[in-house]
């Protein structure tokens, strides 16, 4: 069974991150997945809009760091394009997407949503960046994004703590839109994606395009700048040593470099 779930039902797009044995780990297969339906969601004039959610008891725990392609650097000249795109790092979606949070939405699930533009919590989610705790940052557009959606100060001390927010909490600060009981959050999001399809589509589209131009202007020089930090850290020493820690369950030394 695939790891990543499309199906559509009338205008709607329903994406399932669909490894629930692992969580909802981010695998290269789920990624490029993700590039395909991104493709599929711009290019079919019969979806107006998108709803993202996690398979079982979880939404995304972020990257799946047991098949390593998380932390490798790439070789000179080669284009990760199924992580940067499938990440929506340096893409972004012409139609809304809904987020449903059934659960933990963690490290690139948690970057992931930050992309979204309707977001829907279940009370038992939390909302958490871990990477630091492993010699990483979170640089799937966290440090660019966190920081223009939430108050700066909770953005840094997620970032740099890698401690969670509550589904409350989220809620509180802004990160999401809906807080619900616990299995309700599909039927928030189909019941708010109903809505946004039922109006006009081009008016939709051009709605989002225009807010997105229009409050991030500086993004651009902003991912740039992550993007040469994140790869000095991708190539670290610390970040060798927090993932064999995390293989062999110990606590890493990290020497900061």
Request: proline content about 4%; charged content about 25%.
């Amino acid at each position: 069974m695939s790891d990543l779930l499309f199906e559509q039902e009338g205008p709607v797009a329903v994406l399932t991150m669909n490894r629930p044995e692992r969580k909802n780990a981010l695998s290269m297969e789920m990624l490029r997945g993700f590039v395909e339906a991104w493709d599929e969601i711009d290019a079919d004039d019969g979806i107006r809009v998108a709803i993202l959610t996690g398979a079982g008891a979880d939404y995304s725990v972020g990257g799946d760091l047991s098949d390593g392609w998380m932390v490798r650097v790439p070789e000179k000249g080669e284009r990760k394009v199924e992580v940067t795109d499938a990440l929506l790092m340096t893409r972004s979606v012409t139609k809304p997407l809904i987020a449903a949070v059934n659960g933990p939405c963690l490290g690139g699930g948690c970057e992931m949503l930050q992309q979204t533009d309707i977001r829907i919590a279940e009370r038992s989610a939390t909302f958490g960046l871990p990477e630091a705790k492993i010699g990483l940052i979170a640089g799937a557009g966290s440090t660019v994004r966190l920081k223009r959606q939430i108050p700066y100060t909770k953005a840094m001390e997620m970032i740099l703590t890698g401690e969670p927010l509550t589904a409350e909490e989220a809620y509180h600060f802004g990160l999401v839109g809906h807080l619900v009981d616990d299995g309700a959050g599909l039927d928030k999001a189909r019941a708010i994606a109903e809505r946004v399809a039922a109006n006009g589509p081009l008016a939709v589209r051009n709605a989002k395009a225009a807010v997105i131009a229009s409050g991030w202007l500086e993004e651009e020089t902003a991912r740039a700048i992550e993007r040469r930090l994140v790869t000095e850290v991708i190539g670290s020493a610390d970040a060798r040593e927090g993932i064999a820690a995390f293989r062999e369950k110990r606590t890493p030394n990290f020497e900061g470099r």
